[in-house]
């Protein structure tokens, strides 16, 4: 057995990677949190002394991660899934409202956020399925048993309310598609998102319009080109189109409640506010937008010192990167991430084991979700949704979350050579 | 293709983010300034203002300390709005007026409610102030006035506004700006540097500290003290002497250009424009229309100069070489010209007469005839016209003088183009434009402009600018442009017998009255038809009276310009007030006490009333 531990190598790269973003993240939360009256540094009330503790926290939960065989992910995928599915029922009976959610279980003086962690679990639990000899991602059945997996979780989240955490679950299109599903499925949703903005913007009648211009357009020009036009199948498809565009409409009138409709209206520059529910996507730009080229120095951010922008030292970390590092730093991060990602995708190909490499992805495909949707937020480029910079925003159970995540594909990884 | 799909997006969103992050860090700067609004707090140490000293460096200007009552509108927490207008002394309506306009300015700054309180109400509210959440008393200096007069020259001070701000961004809402006179042109000098405290604040806009330990902060600079050309002893005593009158003195020393008095009458107290009343005698002095005190009239006033222009169209001829010395020319009780005979009147004199004479008892044809000359030298009148002006423009006439006060005209000197315009085809000849000789027709100047001629007449052919900056404080000169020698175009041999002309004024012209004991005074008086437009229709006022005039003869320290509005001849109000002028400044005291207490005493309301007063009446009387 001691050739077998000898051939266990890790990626040092990704490693090194987790430990420049987290570092540079605790020096960011520093810098949002402190204040220049407050009491030492060790005292344990401070923001940043409770992250770095979870920081030092997290090493040792890396080493048991990395202890453990690789075997054993694989194997008790189902029950981790499981568990983690019963801590989020859980949450109903036994949980605490912080902020407006029921997300936590406050267990002394720590509070744990199951959510955090099951995305990690789903992630193994789809790998085990889906890499499953027996599956077959054409298969309809297939198909509704993978949604599954993945939307328990998510319909779990949304009721807290959550609907931030709930949309990561959508990341896990990318690790299906990788694995066959149909690249409509793909269109399909992103076809309904394009509808779904453009109803927003222009109006249900407007694309209704469109749509059956569009329509008649491709009906007149198969008939020139004399096909045999198919008037069920184009009626079909713009009845479809334009019934979705009402039916968001309705939803975003009656469904929604104010405060998402103006989340959505201010990103879509159909509201101007900058004092009520605008106010944290303003402040954030206006923090960035003042780094210019090397930021005003660590510390040193005006917007920052002044707790301008609510949520700093959490979702919006990254308005902090960008007020204090400028347009340099910011690109830093932002490239750092992304070797991340790559890297993980990159490695999650060369996996021999299907599960590795399904899981890899997976991870990939969180990780992506997760900095694009929250730095899109922060840069005012997305609406308001809230969830956290992976490895940067303060809170315990998010970077536990991540760190278990990223580092079971660091253990899978390690064991890809010698592991068929 | 389903490997690559993800990793495809992945480097697209690095790219957008990129993009999007130069947008916001590098491209749109507008973000760096909406932090700074936002985070930090800037507060303003008002800098005191430069002094304002006289030539004989007695105090004109200095400073009070006086109280602004500011509010920070959002600050403002249940405010008794009756029980705080009470101790304000203002009423609500005035209150919640200035309120809203401070809430329009920003809810976050500071903005002036009651600005300029007295000492007393300082020592009553400020006791109180702070029962009242979002207002305090910032202390600013205000001007004060050590003199009574010179409202013209020294100018007055106010808060910028909205516009001026929009205007001149350097400028902050409660800071004080000169408006007119020396305030105005010597601004920059005179109102220092203020200084600026940054302080961080938090979104609660509580103050957490000093931004970046004060690294950034200044300490407010005192502005500048300039010294003034002008006398305040004879600054004085020429408001006096146009107590009841209208119009204007310009003294002026030859030799240097400085200015060692300008009067504007009517006058008024610099004093008025300070203070809590500043802007209801503002008003008052503002809507004045008939006697416009805010009207310098030293500077802008353009009148006909009447008869001291002779003096000039003398030295144009003899110049020109149309005329000789000696050559005596008959007046037969006017000067007759043009086709049908049209006739230029004269007054009774002896005749034939030269043209020391000529000067001395003002004959009209003597100078028409000469003016003729000059005009018909060359073979057309336009050319000779635009020569004449060429003379005329070298003593300063027919435009701006470029003086140090931020008003003026540039009175009116014609040229062929004014005929050309006037007469069709261009078909018009030199006795078309021969009122131009005895300083009628189309020629207009002010009196500050009558008494650089005159200047240049004193130096025998040469002027420096006029101007009211003698000394500025930590510099060790002044603007160069009033160092600088204008030449005129006339040979210095032709001054000396038009000074003879003038001395004879004294000696036994027109003037002889007016001799002062010791003293070689040179003049020329002046009567100037006057036509006013007053309800639609225009109508012949009392003449005005004009007096030039420059002493001692040789060696001159004064010439002086005196114009008085509707004084009939020159001699009569005009005249006096130069000779009382000149003695008082060359002599620092008055030994003709009768003819000062004439001028006095003497009024000429019931003359300006005349044509308000809704019945026919007679002029010149």
Redesign the interface.
Known sequence: MAGIKNTLKFDWIIILLFLSLISIGWVNIYSASYTQSGGSFFDFSNIYTKQLLWICLSFILIVFILALEAKFYERFSSIIYLVSLITLLGLYVFGNNVNGATSWYLIGPASIQPSEFAKAATALALAKYVSDIQTNMNGFKDQLKAFLILALPAIFIIPQPDPGSALIYVAFIFPLYREGLHFVYLLLGFFAAALFVGTLVLGAPWIALIVALIATGIFVRNKKQKQKPSVFKYATIALACISFAFSVSYIFNNVFEQRHRDRFNIVLGKEIDTKGIGYNTNQSEIAIGSGGWFGKGWTQGTQTKGNFVPEQHTDYIFSTVGEEWGFIGSLGVVILFIFLIIRVLVLAEQQKSKFARIYGYSVGAILFFHFFINVGMVTGLFPTVGIPLPFFSYGGSGLWGFTILLFIFVRLDASNYYYT | M??F???F???V??L???G???Y???Y?T???K???N???KTVYDFPQRGYVFDRNGSLLVQNQPSYDVMVVPREIKDLDTVAFCELLHISKEKFLKKLSNAKRYSPRLASPIIPQLTKEEYASLSEKIHKHRGFFIQKRSLRDYEVSHSANVLGYIREVDQNIIDRNPAYELGEIIGMTGIEKQYEQILRGTKGVKYI????FNRD??A??EGVFDTLPKRGKDITLTIDTALQAYGEKLFTNKRGGIVAIEPSSGEILSLVTAPFYDPGLLVGRERSENFTKLYYDTIAIPLFDRGLKAEYPPGSPFKTLTALIAMQENVVSLDEKIECRGGYYYGKRGRKLGCHEHKSPINLQGGIAKSCNTYFCTVYKRVIEKYNTPQKGIDNWKNHLTSFGLGNYLGYDLPVGSKGKIPNSKTYDAKYPNNNWYATATISNAIGQGEVLLTPIQMANFTAAIANRGWWIRPHMIKNIQDHDTINKKFELKNKTTIDPKYFEPIIEGMHDVYRDGTASFLKIPDIEICGKTGTAENFKKIDGSVKQLTDHSVFVAFAPKDNPKIAIAVFVENGYWGARWAGRIASLMIEKYLKGEITRTDLEAFVLNGSLEQEYNKPYAGKPFKINQ
């Not at chain 2, 961080?200 to 979104?203: N, P």
């Open positions: 389903r490997k799909l993800l990793l997006i992945v480097l969103t690095a957008v983010f990129t999007r992050l130069f916001l860090q590098i749109d507008s973000f760096a909406l932090s700074e936002n985070a930090v961080q604040k938090d979104r957490i500290g931004y970046k």
